[in-house]
Nanobody, 123 residues
């Protein structure tokens, strides 16, 4: 059974940093593209960042580019999202996702999802 488990969420002041991690199991991690999405109250789930199987290629939403960094460790079956210079608008539930077929920014392309981790940024 495939499982993606996010950790590292919490409360942080504006301008601060958090690092989210996602531990994957039940899949051959190295063949999956990985992504992070987020969903704020009253809003649709939106793309945050993605990276390819080896981590060589990345994509970022314009809203986080330059502040967030996605990375992966295939030896540990983990993907991380380093979030710096956080803003109140970054407040959301953040989801880790795995895409076997494609490297994509659309949620519909992803095959597996974590349960989410809450990130709250105070002004």
């Amino acid at each position: 059974q495939v499982q993606l488990v996010e950790s590292g969420g919490g409360l942080v002041q504006a301008g601060g940093s958090l690092r989210l991690s996602c531990a994957a199991s039940g899949l051959i991690f190295s063949i999956y593209n990985m992504g992070w999405f987020r969903q704020a109250p009253g809003k649709e789930r939106e793309f945050v960042a993605a990276l390819s199987q080896t981590g060589a290629r990345t994509l970022y939403a314009d809203s986080v580019k330059g502040r967030f960094t996605i990375s992966r460790d295939n030896a540990k079956n983990t993907v991380s999202l380093q979030m710096n210079k956080l803003k109140p608008d970054d407040t959301a539930v953040y989801y880790c996702a795995a895409d076997k077929g494609r490297y994509a920014s659309e949620a519909a392309n992803y095959d597996h999802w974590g349960r989410g981790a809450q990130v709250t940024v105070s002004s």
